[in-house]
């Protein structure tokens, strides 16, 4: 992959003379990113061909046969979400590096609730945010006095709406999708936040969460230069795609199966949209699986292609991403079961709202 | 010198805990370095986003991995 090591050249070149480029003016950073894509856009736009040549040509696989095409499928979806993910994370980490959890919050507190759940399901996009780090951000919000309604919103938004689902969703499905979900994904997340908001839940948060005194804010809201941002993004990279390569090799290998060995149609008489019942049935399968985006999508387009109905697909997805067991059982220590209810069955609903829809419209 | 590096137990976090050690040991500076998991304690010091890193009671940094050069300064001062 001739990109990445490309843009490895300008992150190391980057570290080694680290004191003299924290003064370079901005435009050769523009320039250099301007470079970068120009380049990246020329190699991806030849590796279908150069999957088909490596299928057909080297390894000599004939044509037409379950094994080339479930080889040229690996082939070419492999590398071309590697470098979907590398832009799409370099470019949303040097924006991530504006926002940070703090400041997020700082906008957040203090807005009416329909305004702040709109603002805050955006802001789950580009907000740093782990879900491990699910419970300290709780606590900080709503006792920062952001709405608890809105906190939902953010939580809501933050997993399901990010960078990589999207990126995915673009690369291989096309870019209606992608938009389909996140218009559908921010709507679920201000929606939910905004029901549970009205339902005045304040009394069903552990009782210690609201005694706690938040201490002095942390000390590290130094400006960044543009240099700092651009390592910012390459960190980004690093971590983000160090984490999830291995689930969107696994991902696509699955998908290059189901591509080449199973019969078109087949899925249409499971996950088809004929059935009332495959929607909900999605939904409850993805809650106890713990995957992420990246694993996830290669799937799905092969699903798709094979028959499935998109609306299914997509609250399948939606469930395995949004509604984690794991996340849940971290949510437990702050929300009383009852409020744990009442998420589930909020965002349960927004989901399959959505495959409903999509399967009518689509 | 006391150092308490706050989260859950995430991967993050475990790397943030071995950092700081790492430093504290090739500084030779006599430090107390500790693992903050409890979710009310790590609250309690206003951090939103885990890993953390507090040096005598000041919150260095958050939610994010600290680069080595950076946990030195904070505790070499």
């Not at chain 1, 993910?85 to 507190?109: A, K, N, W």
């Not at chain 1, 689902?165 to 938009?179: D, E, R, T």
Request: net charge positive; aromatic share 10%.
């Amino acid at each position: 992959m001739e990109p990445l090591d490309d843009l490895t050249c300008t992150a190391c070149a980057g570290n080694r003379v680290h004191e003299k480029q924290l003064r370079r003016p901005a435009w050769m950073y523009v320039l250099a990113a301007v470079a970068g894509v120009v380049l990246w856009w020329l190699v991806y736009g030849k590796l279908r061909w150069l999957a088909a040549l490596l299928t057909y040509s080297l390894f000599r696989i004939p044509a037409g046969t379950s094994l080339g095409s479930s080889v040229e499928f690996f082939l070419y979806d492999t590398p071309k979400v590697m470098m979907l993910l590398l832009i799409v994370v370099y470019g949303v980490g040097i924006i991530r590096s504006f926002f940070t959890p703090e400041r997020t919050r700082d906008m957040l507190s203090g807005k009416s609730e329909l305004f702040g759940n709109v603002l805050a399901a955006l802001l789950g996009i580009v907000t740093p945010f782990c879900s491990c780090s699910a419970v300290p951000l709780f606590i900080g919000f709503v006792t920062a006095g952001v709405p608890l309604g809105v906190t939902f919103s953010f939580l809501i938004s933050a997993p399901m709406v990010n960078e990589i689902a999207l990126a995915l969703l673009y690369g291989l499905l096309g870019w209606k999708v992608a938009a389909l979900y996140l218009v559908t994904g921010l709507l679920i997340a201000i929606i939910s936040g905004w029901v549970i908001g009205r339902l005045h839940m304040e009394k069903h948060i552990e009782d210690w969460v609201m005694q706690i005194r938040a201490g002095a804010a942390s000390g590290q809201d130094e400006t960044l230069t543009w240099h700092d941002r651009f390592v910012y993004g390459w960190d980004a990279v690093k971590d983000i795609i160090g984490r999830v390569w291995k689930y969107v090799i696994i991902g696509i290998a699955v998908g290059a199966g189901i591509h080449g060995f199973v019969p078109e149609g087949l899925m249409a008489s499971i996950m088809g949209k004929g059935d009332w019942w495959s929607v909900p049935l999605a939904t409850i399968v993805g809650v106890p699986m713990y995957s992420n985006a990246a694993g996830i999508i290669p799937v799905v387009e092969a699903l798709l292609g094979k028959g499935a109905a998109l609306g299914t697909v997509l609250a399948f997805m939606m469930s395995v991403i949004a509604l984690s067991l794991p996340e849940m059982i971290i949510l437990r220590k702050v929300l009383k079961p009852r409020m744990i209810q009442v998420f589930v069955g909020v965002v349960g609903g927004g989901i399959l709202l959505v495959g409903y829809l999509f399967n009518m419209i689509i | 010198m006391e150092i308490k590096v706050l989260g859950p137990g995430c991967a993050k976090c475990k790397k943030a805990e071995a950092l700081v050690k790492e430093v504290v040991s090739e500084t030779g500076i006599a430090a107390d370095v500790q693992k903050v998991t409890d979710l009310m304690e790590i609250a309690g010091y206003g951090v939103f986003a885990t890993p953390a890193v507090v040096v005598d009671g000041e919150v260095k940094c958050s939610g994010k991995v600290p680069k080595k050069d950076e946990i030195k300064k904070w505790i070499t001062k």
